[in-house]
T-cell receptor, first 111, second 114 residues
């Protein structure tokens, strides 16, 4: 089944403790992206990648890092999480003339 | 810079009523347009998309949208809503020159009274 898989689904952590949210797609898509969803703000793009080793900042990149060493994986790294990064995160991938296919989301709480 | 506006934050309708959700974008060049739906507790699913050709696009679950280039609009419509359409709806735009950068609107919450 074609899908985007994110892990974990839920995560509670403390301020300053590094964490990684994994994202993997099995559709051989070139483009991948991370979004955060906050009430009243819709989805805001954090980082995106156009292919292996090619990444760029979205609209809200501060406090986040990404890497794209393999085509299928696009992890999101929070080196020192803060409470304002409490949010719902979605990974997505796409190819050519198609919209993004989204993962199931990761609900992150930073206390 | 691209932006997307969804003017209706919360729409409440009765079953069988007709629906129209507004979406306007700002970008002067060629765009691709999308509507996504997010059911409670779930991820976003693509309802329909416009890339080129017929400006009236039909999607899943009886939804359609019309691209009006002169108005920079891409409104979503459904002639008769059902209780199961209760969800949040997001309009999104992608500048043709930037395939990976898709900008989303802030969403419209649709509540259907049974």
């Amino acid at each position: 089944e074609a899908q985007v898989t994110q892990n974990p689904r839920y995560l509670i952590t403390v301020t300053g403790k590094k964490l990684t949210v994994t994202c993997s797609q099995n559709m051989n898509h070139e483009y991948m992206s991370w979004y955060r969803q906050d009430p009243g703000l819709g989805l805001r793009q954090i980082y995106y990648s156009m292919n292996v080793e090619v990444t760029d900042k979205g609209d809200v990149p501060e406090g986040y890092k990404v890497s794209r060493k393999e085509k299928r994986n696009f992890p999101l790294i929070l080196e020192s999480p803060s409470p304002n990064q409490t949010s719902l995160y979605f990974c997505a991938s796409r190819t050519g003339a198609n919209g993004y296919t989204f993962g199931s989301g990761t609900r992150l709480t930073v206390v | 810079a691209q932006s997307v506006s969804q003017h209706n934050h919360h729409v409440i309708l009765s079953e069988a009523a007709s629906l129209e959700l507004g979406c306007n974008y700002s970008y002067g060049g060629t765009v691709n347009l999308f509507w996504y739906v997010q059911y409670p507790g779930q991820h976003l699913q693509l309802l329909l998309k416009y890339f080129s050709g017929d400006p009236l696009v039909k999607g899943i679950k009886g939804f359609e949208a019309e691209f009006i280039k002169s108005k920079f609009s891409f409104n979503l419509r459904k002639p008769s809503v059902q209780w199961s359409d209760t969800a949040e709806y997001f309009c999104a735009v992608n500048a043709y020159s930037s395939a990976s950068k898709i900008i989303f609107g802030s969403g419209t919450r649709l509540s259907i009274r049974p």
